[in-house]
C-alpha cells in the first residue's frame, strides 16, 4: 500500500491537481510543503507568474504571507527530474525557499538539478500545461527587472491545497538560517 501523501489543489474554476509526494526524495521539502497547506498558506492565492514553454510559477513573494518566508535546505538533484509532470520548490541563488513551489511547463537545463521536485502529478497535468498557452500581460517584477514575468490576464487562483498524509504525521520542516531575505520578499 502506498504511504506517500497526496495533494490535491483545486483551482476557483474547478479543476483538480493530484500530486504524489515524494518525502522519499526530497523529505524537507515534502514537509514544508505539508505544513504550508495545513496553515491554508496557499488558499485563495492568484498565480503570479507563468513564463510560456519554461514555468507556472504560483508565487515569488512567499505568498505575501509572513509563514511562508523562510529558506530550506536545497534537496536538488534528488532523482526525479524537473520537467513537466512534476511540481518543484523554487528558490534564490542555492537557497531554496520554504513554499513557493512551481511546474515546469518544459524541459529546462536552468531547472533540472538546480530546484527539487518533489511531486508527480497524478491528474491534472493538462491543465498545468494549459496555463501555457493563456492570455498574459507582462506585471513588473521589483527584486530585478531583468526578470520575466507575466501573469494572466484572467486571474488563475488556487482555492485551496489538501493533503492527505494517511495519518502519517510529517514534522515541522528544518529550517535554514536567513541572512538576508529574497529581494521579493
Not at 496557499?42 to 515569488?60: E, K, L, T
Not at 523554487?90 to 531547472?111: C, T, V, W
Not at 484572467?154 to 529550517?175: A, C, H, N, Q
Amino acid at each position: 500500500m502506498n504511504t506517500n501523501p497526496i495533494a490535491a489543489i483545486t483551482m476557483r474554476s474547478g479543476a483538480r491537481i493530484v500530486i504524489e509526494l515524494r518525502p522519499d526524495a526530497a523529505p524537507n521539502t515534502v514537509m514544508s510543503f505539508i505544513s504550508l497547506a495545513g496553515k491554508g498558506a496557499f488558499d485563495n492565492h492568484r498565480i503570479q507568474r507563468i513564463v510560456p514553454g519554461y514555468v507556472a510559477d504560483m508565487s515569488y513573494d512567499a505568498f505575501g504571507k509572513e509563514c511562508c518566508k523562510y529558506l530550506i535546505a536545497n534537496e536538488a538533484p534528488n532523482g526525479i527530474s524537473v520537467e513537466p509532470g512534476v511540481i518543484a520548490m523554487g528558490g534564490y541563488g542555492g537557497d531554496i525557499a520554504g513554499g513557493e513551489f512551481f511546474f515546469p511547463l518544459a524541459r529546462s537545463e536552468k531547472l533540472d538539478g538546480h530546484y527539487p521536485a518533489f511531486g508527480i502529478i497524478k491528474s491534472g497535468l493538462d491543465e498545468v500545461l494549459s496555463w501555457g498557452e493563456l492570455p498574459l500581460r507582462p506585471v513588473p517584477y521589483p527584486a530585478d527587472p531583468s526578470v520575466v514575468v507575466n501573469e494572466p490576464i484572467s486571474p488563475l487562483v488556487i482555492e485551496r491545497v489538501r493533503v492527505d498524509t494517511f495519518g502519517v504525521v510529517y514534522p515541522e520542516p528544518v529550517k535554514k538560517e536567513m541572512v538576508r531575505r529574497p529581494p521579493s520578499w
